[in-house]
């Protein structure tokens, strides 16, 4: 996947976290991470990922979602695959 495509699925989901009945520290967890995503996605076709925690917070967060809202943690198990597609 291209990261530009990336860009756009994670704007998508910025959205989409807003709507969710989390609590705020979930959200602004989610929001987070997606931020950090978008940043490094930004650093142009060679980017590398320097925070090295990134897919344990990725892995972590679906962990937390995966019995109280599959479709969060559905989305989230999706952007890993695509992270991990284009070397990340």
Do not use: Y
């Amino acid at each position: 996947m291209d990261p530009k495509q990336l860009h756009e699925q994670l704007s998508q989901f910025q959205k989409e976290i807003d709507a969710l009945s989390v609590d705020d520290g979930s959200r602004a967890k989610l929001h987070a991470l997606v931020d950090d995503i978008d940043r490094e996605l930004g650093c142009g076709p060679q980017f590398v990922l320097e925070d090295s925690s990134l897919q344990d917070r990725l892995e972590e967060l679906v962990a937390g979602f995966e019995v109280e809202h599959p479709t969060v943690a559905g989305i989230l198990k999706d952007i890993m695959v695509k992270l991990a597609s284009i070397g990340v």
